[in-house]
Structures are given as structure tokens and as C-alpha cells.
């Protein structure tokens, strides 16, 4: 069948995640359905980060070069992400365009891949990051406002925090000889 309608898989995918996500908020409500996101966001961002290593032969990478990749791999899914500053405590994004386009209005749940894909890189790289979402497409913002924090903030923290991943000792072997 050959008729003129606005689906691809691009608008299917996008489509579907609104769909999961207007569940979720009307189940469990926004805080709730942000967390479950959250799950996927940083399963992704540890997959996405990962690549980047790979392209870059790096073990770890610099600040410049999170902020790169941030700006980078938005990009290459159609969203406009930018930067508008940077120093040793912090990364400031901009954003013109969601990789989601029209599918996040109303959606504030959607934010959360970004929050934790930019959380998770900077963190894995940097050791921290509180990445917090000051304006928003999916709020009804006309662009986003991301500070990522690469280190901790005085007081409350207002946005989402993230750690690096920690490799844990392994514990000692028990070398009691029983009952004392």
C-alpha cells in the first residue's frame, strides 16, 4: 500500500517511548515514572559512554571532552545541544531542538534519559556529576537549560546526582576458627 502518512520508524520509536512514559505518569505518577526511566537512561549512557571510550582508545575522559561527547551524541539522534560554558565545577548545555521533537511536550519523565545519559558519562569520567534540568522542551521552555555539576553543591542538592561507578574490595576471607 503506498499512501502519504507521517510514520517511519523514527516517528514510531518516538511515539512509542511517549506512549511508555504517558503510562507510566498516569499510573504511578511523574516522580515515579521519572525513576523508571532513569533505569533505561543509565543503562544507556553507560553503552554510550563506553562507545566513546572505544572511538577515543581512552581509559577515561577529560572535561573537554565529556562536554564534546554530550554535545556530540545529541547530535547525532537530531538534538541541537550546545555549549555555553565550561570550568573545573561545571558543564552549561543549551538545547534548540529534542531528540524527541514534539513526542516530549507534556512529558517531563522523557527528560530523564538526558539527565541520566549526561549524569552517567560525566560521572564515569569525572567522578561526579549533578545534572540538573533548568529549562525544558517537555516543560513548554523554547529550549533546554542543562548545568551539569562536576562537583558537589553547598546545601540541597536541586538537580539529579550520579556517581561514578566504585569497584568494591572484595571481602576478606574469614579466618575465624569458630565460637569463640
Excluded at 537530531?78 to 558543564?91: A, R, S, V
Excluded at 556529576?129 to 533546554?144: F, M, S, Y
Aim: glycine share 8%; aromatic share 6%; proline share 4%.
Amino acid at each position: 500500500m503506498d499512501v502519504k502518512i507521517d510514520l517511519d520508524r523514527d516517528v514510531f520509536l518516538r511515539t512509542l517511548v511517549r506512549e511508555l512514559a504517558t503510562s507510566l505518569e498516569s499510573v504511578i505518577g511523574l516522580e515515579e515514572a521519572s525513576g523508571y526511566i532513569s533505569l533505561v537512561g543509565r543503562a544507556v549512557g553507560t553503552q554510550i559512554d563506553d562507545m566513546y571510550l572505544k572511538a577515543l582508545g581512552a581509559s577515561q575522559l577529560s572535561r573537554e571532552q565529556v562536554a564534546d561527547a554530550l554535545v556530540d551524541l545529541k547530535r547525532r539522534i537530531q538534538g541541537d545541544f550546545y555549549i555555553i560554558e565550561q570550568d573545573d565545577t561545571k558543564i552549561v548545555l543549551g538545547n534548540r531542538a529534542c531528540p524527541f521533537a514534539e513526542k516530549v511536550l507534556g512529558r517531563e519523565s522523557m527528560c530523564m534519559m538526558t539527565s541520566n545519559v549526561f549524569g552517567t558519562v560525566a560521572a564515569r569520567n569525572l567522578g561526579y556529576a549533578n545534572v540538573e534540568l533548568q529549562e525544558t522542551i517537555a516543560r513548554g521552555d523554547a529550549g533546554c537549560r542543562v548545568v551539569v555539576h562536576l562537583v558537589p553543591l553547598a546545601g540541597p542538592a536541586s538537580g539529579r546526582e550520579y556517581f561514578a561507578d566504585v569497584e568494591l574490595p572484595a571481602p576478606a576471607p574469614d579466618t575465624s576458627t569458630g565460637p569463640a
